[in-house]
């Protein structure tokens, strides 16, 4: 099959009257049938189809690889020459630069490439001064054109179009509407036989799979095994095939694209399964850590238990060997003075006692253990052997069996534990710390291995609880006189934050010495002193009295005048508190330019508890976005996707769940923010429902009230309850923050637009509200009346805050996972700040909110990991 070079163009109509005469037709169609690049790039080909991908330059005698990508010949000829294809091998073929389909050319090399007649066999003759019809023979000005067979059409054509039935289905169109729409008109040149030149191809074998001319229907494809017809007489069912094949690969096309997009979700699915299994093993080696460093402790208490009973032993036999010692020489003394200056009598008169006495000293001589042997084994090689048969291993999709810790595809890994139980993760199903490695809410910790704390403190130096009592003392505890004599000690050597180790003191000789004045006067400097690096805010004092922590306010109050908050306290549990001056953090203060100075530490937040993992099951969560804590401090959490709302208590143990999915009052859709109403106990919740969001009332146990129209709200991104009962809730898509009536009514709002971005969350102390800013980077306060009042935080501090609370005392927390850490930073009510918490020991990715138990834990919500945190920040509120 040979065809002229597309660049060979027809110059006037009497040329093109003379090829129609010559090929029989000229086949014309619009520059719109044409595939835009955009569609181009969809099909897989090259963004300029004219270019040759290989030199970049116009396409010369373009050859079509069985892949369907265009390049020039004498470019395809090279190619195979360098593959070693130049000797005509039967096994030749070239490799698509575009895609890398192997395409097989054998011993006809190029000529077993069909030529890419779409680029070769088109000319423009847009700008050609007349067309002539190259539907019929009259030849005849062309003044329209068939779309459906390609014709140039005159008059009596054109009307032959538009009456005759077989016509029918064929589209015309004006070559002057062509030429006013700008349609690049171009013809395509009848295809030439290859074998039997001059002849055009007309027909079509289709046993042969190929187009024939009329010299080929009588030689090459004569014959009954030959089933020709006319190219023209095939072009429907051609056409329908293609279109049917056309649309296969389309189907195919979207089932790739989903298949896509699941590969891409099980690629983002398989990444958290790794980062939850990583931040599993983390935890598991601080916990096993925990333990060692409990077998630890406990193998150092033995091990003087051990020394001292010997020690005792040891000490009690060198005494009875001193005094045997001193027995025999009193003895060999008095013998010897006997002998030099007494007379035979004398010896004769006392030879019986002296005797007696040395023979006793000799024959009763007492014998003592001379060998102690205390020596401490362990065997390394078991132990070892031990630790990775049940530090953990790895379950992935290609089976059940336990792969080894060296296995570089984890999908699972699961979790032995010391009661026998196993907590796994699966592809659905991220990790959640197992319940024997979490510490107890209530801060207790038992001598079982199953309950330890994640990190455990150097003990407390002991104290005279004797002498405390004795002095009138009795009821404080050993860390409530730890601090003050701390305190008192800090007061007294100087303002820095570091000190020496505090020796055993008695409570009594610091209240009742000459100098007891002094101490109480230094813990109430202390207290009120705000340059003193060593804030209240920070004091680590814990008392389970109330006697003693009335006392200590007390004794404060008596010098200082100012009332100490007793707000409930963050701080581990008494017996294994870390030694307080090591947490104690400098205040830093506002620079000139309203930014703030890092504290020198950022404090550790150990995890209390840790509960929830992806999955549609109670306890289980699909990205919650809200939460909060209700009278009894139950933990009320937004399931969104799963639509409902879950309560937990403050341990994490289930209770109810409430909400079915659906648009209509009473069910729920997509719930993002709960609060409670604390009068009365009732739930608010916010949800999509048939609008853009949507408020609902139900009772403490679950039962729908009401519903509450806020059409005027697009996404609540905070919601809160003010002491009187009115429901505020903030847009964070035009930051707008309104005040509601629990009957409904809109009783006030104010724009905020002007003093942030995109606010994330709200909390209300008094007749102030604070509303973070995610995108400002700090927390911006107003008035119930909305007048802006000030701004706390700044990016280096509170980077992309998303959640906040307030103490009783008064203490701003904020908190944010950027980088996928849990950070609080701590602030007065005037925007000072106070101190900085983060947990190391697990990652997070978008926490919702941040809320403070009565016990003074922190918890938060990690929306992606689908689970909620409770954390202990050693902080006093």
Known sequence: MMCTNASEEFSDSKELTEKSDEFGELVIFEGSAKMEPSEALEDGLLADPDKCGMCGGPLVVSRMLHCLHSFCEEC??????????????????????????????????????????????????????????????????????CNTCHNLLCNHCDSAHHYMRCFESHQVVALEDMRKDGVKITIHKPLECDIHHGENL???????????????????????EHH???????EMRVRQEMKALLSESKNKIDELMKLSTGLDSSLQELANQRSTARDLINESYQSYKAI??????????????????????????????????????????????????????????????????????????????????????????????????????????????????????????????????????????????????????????????????????????????????????????SIAEYNIAQLATLAETSNSAATSPTPPFNLADILTS????????????????????????????????????????????????????????????????????????????????????????????????????????????????????????????????NHRIQIFDKSGGFKFQFGTSGKDEGQLWYPRKVAVMRTTGKYVVCDRGNERSRMQIFTKNGHFLKKIAIRYIDIVAGLAVTGHGEIV????????????????ELIRWFDCSDFMREPSDIAIHGKEFYVCDFKGHNV????????????????SITNFPNGIDISDAGDVLIGDSHGNRFHVAVFSRDGSLISEFECPYVKVSRCCGLKITSEGYVVTLAKNNHHVLVLNTLYIL
Do not use: W
Not at 203 to 221: F, I, L, P, Q, R
Not at 733 to 741: E, L
Not at 782 to 788: A, R, Y
């Open 76 to 145: 395809l000829d090279k190619k195979l020459v360098g593959e070693g294809g130049d000797a005509g091998s039967p096994e030749a073929s070239i490799e698509c630069p575009t895609c890398g389909h192997h395409t097989k050319v054998g011993m006809r090399k190029m000529a077993a490439l069909p030529l890419d007649v779409t680029k070769t066999n088109i000319s423009d003759v847009s700008n050609a001064s007349s067309l002539h019809c190259t539907s019929c023979t009259a030849k005849e000005l062309a003044k329209s054109r």
């Open 202 to 224: 007309i027909y079509y074998c289709n046993s042969c799979s190929s187009t024939a001319c009329s010299e080929c229907v009588k030689n090459e494809h004569k014959g009954a």
């Open 228 to 234: 020709v017809e006319g190219i023209a007489d095939s």
């Open 292 to 477: 060692l460093e409990k077998c630890r402790d406990e193998a150092l208490a033995k091990l003087n238990e051990l020394y001292h009973e010997r020690e005792l032993i040891i000490m009690k036999e060198n005494d009875e060997v001193g005094k045997t010692i001193g027995n025999f020489e009193d003895a060999r003394s008095y013998t010897s003075r006997l002998l030099e200056i007494s007379t035979v009598p004398e010896i004769m008169y006392l030879r019986k006692t002296v005797a007696d006495r040395l023979m006793e000293l000799n024959n009763n001589t007492p014998k003592f253990n001379e060998t102690f042997h205390v020596e401490f084994r362990t065997d390394f090689g078991a132990f070892e052997t031990m630790v990775k048969e049940h530090f953990g291993d790895f379950r992935t999709e290609k089976s059940r069996e336990p792969s080894p810790m060296t296995a570089l595809t984890p999908l699972a890994i699961t979790q032995p534990l010391t009661n026998g139980c196993n907590a796994s993760i699966t592809n659905s199903s991220p990790i959640s710390l197992p319940t024997s490695m979490q510490s107890s809410f209530d801060g207790d910790v038992s001598g079982n291995m199953q309950n330890f704390a994640l990190a455990q403190s150097p003990p407390l130096p002991q104290v005279n609880k004797a002498a405390a009592a004795a002095s009138g003392m009795a009821g404080f505890s």
């Open 514 to 641: 000459d100098t007891a004045y002094k101490n109480l006067a230094s813990l109430a400097k202390l207290g009120l002193n705000a340059d003193n690096p060593i804030t209240n805010g920070t004091m680590i004092v814990r008392s389970t009295s109330p006697a003693s922590l009335n006392l200590t306010n007390s004794l404060i109050n008596g010098f200082s005048g100012v009332s100490s908050s007793t707000s409930p306290l963050l701080s581990t549990p008494d017996d294994i508190m870390s030694d307080p001056m090591s947490n104690i953090l400098p205040a830093p203060t506002p620079n000139p330019n309203g930014t703030h100075t890092r504290s020198n530490k950022v404090s550790p937040m150990q995890i209390r508890n840790k509960f929830g993992q992806l999955g549609p099951n109670k306890g289980q969560f699909n990205s919650p976005h809200g939460f909060c804590l209700g009278l009894e401090e139950d933990i009320i959490v937004a399931d969104t996707n």
């Open 729 to 744: 809730a903030v847009d964070s898509v035009s930051p707008t923050v309104f005040i509601i009536s629990e009957s409904g």
């Open 780 to 795: 911006v306060v107003f008035s119930d009346e909305g007048h802006f009042l000030r701004r706390i935080g700044c990016e």
